[in-house]
T-cell receptor, first 115, second 110 residues
Framework: KAGVTQTPRYLIKTRGQQVTLSCSPI?????VSWYQQTPGQGLQFLFE???????NKGNFPGRFSGRQFSNSRSEMNVSTLELGDSALYLC??????????????FGPGTRLTVL | QKEVEQNSGPLSVPEGAIASLNCTYS??????FFWYRQYSGKSPELIMS????GDKEDGRFTAQLNKASQYVSLLIRDSQPSDSATYLC??????????FGPGTSLSVIP
C-alpha cells in the first residue's frame, strides 16, 4: 500500500505570497490532519478533516485554511505569508479519526521557507 | 501549563542500556496515548499506542500508562545506536485533538 504523499516537498516563497500544499492519504483512509513543526514550537496541530468536513482546528490564525475533497485528498492554504510560517508542514492520515484506535501515518512533509 | 510535557533532553545512554522517556499530560479525560520516533529530517513514525493503565510491550519497547498520575512513559531496552532519534509523546485529548509533546532527543553512545 502506498504511504501518505505530500507535494511539493520543498517550497520557497516571499513574504505576502500565498501557498497551497497538497496531501494524499493512504488509500481507504478518510481522516487527514495537518501539523506545523518548527524547532521552537515543536509539532502543532493545525486542523483535521474527515469526509470533507473540518472536525477540529488548532490555534492558528485565519490565514491558515484547508479543505478535503471527496477522494479524501486534502489541501492546506496559507495566505499572506510571514517569516514565522517557515516550517515543516506534515500531513497525517488515519482510517477514521485521529487518535483513538486508529494509527496516524505521517507523510514526508513539505518544507516551506519564507524569505 | 503545557498540555503535554516531556523530560527535557538530550538524553544520552550507552549502547545496551535502558532508555527511559517520560511524558505528562494535563487533560484528565485523555484516553489515547502514542509514542512516535522521529529521525532528523524525517517524519514521525508510530512506535506504540496505549489506551489502558499498565504496561504494553512490543519487542524492545515498553509503554507504561498511569492515568491517575497523568503519566505515560516509554522504556527502550538494549538500546542501539539506531534508536538515536527524537521521541514524541502524543495524547488524544477529551476534546478530540491529538496534542504532541516537545519531544526528547535520545542519543545512544556505542
Amino acid at each position: 500500500k502506498a504511504g501518505v504523499t505530500q507535494t511539493p516537498r520543498y517550497l520557497i516563497k516571499t513574504r505576502g505570497q500565498q501557498v497551497t500544499l497538497s496531501c494524499s492519504p493512504i488509500s481507504g483512509h478518510r481522516s487527514v490532519s495537518w501539523y506545523q513543526q518548527t524547532p521552537g514550537q515543536g509539532l502543532q496541530f493545525l486542523f483535521e478533516y474527515f469526509s470533507e468536513t473540518q472536525r477540529n482546528k488548532g490555534n492558528f490564525p485565519g490565514r491558515f485554511s484547508g479543505r478535503q475533497f471527496s477522494n479524501s485528498r486534502s489541501e492546506m492554504n496559507v495566505s499572506t505569508l510571514e517569516l514565522g510560517d517557515s516550517a515543516l508542514y506534515l500531513c497525517a492520515s488515519s482510517l477514521i479519526f485521529s487518535g483513538g484506535t486508529d494509527t496516524q501515518y505521517f507523510g514526508p512533509g513539505t518544507r516551506l521557507t519564507v524569505l | 501549563q503545557k498540555e503535554v510535557e516531556q523530560n527535557s533532553g538530550p538524553l544520552s545512554v550507552p549502547e545496551g542500556a535502558i532508555a527511559s522517556l517520560n511524558c505528562t499530560y494535563s487533560d484528565r479525560g485523555s484516553q489515547s496515548f502514542f509514542w512516535y520516533r522521529q529521525y532528523s529530517g524525517k517524519s514521525p513514525e508510530l512506535i506504540m499506542s496505549i489506551y489502558s493503565n499498565g504496561d504494553k510491550e512490543d519487542g524492545r519497547f515498553t509503554a507504561q500508562l498511569n492515568k491517575a498520575s497523568q503519566y505515560v512513559s516509554l522504556l527502550i531496552r538494549d538500546s542501539q545506536p539506531s534508536d538515536s532519534a527524537t521521541y514524541l509523546c502524543a495524547v488524544k485529548t477529551s476534546y478530540d485533538k491529538v496534542i504532541f509533546g516537545p519531544g526528547t532527543s535520545l542519543s545512544v553512545i556505542p
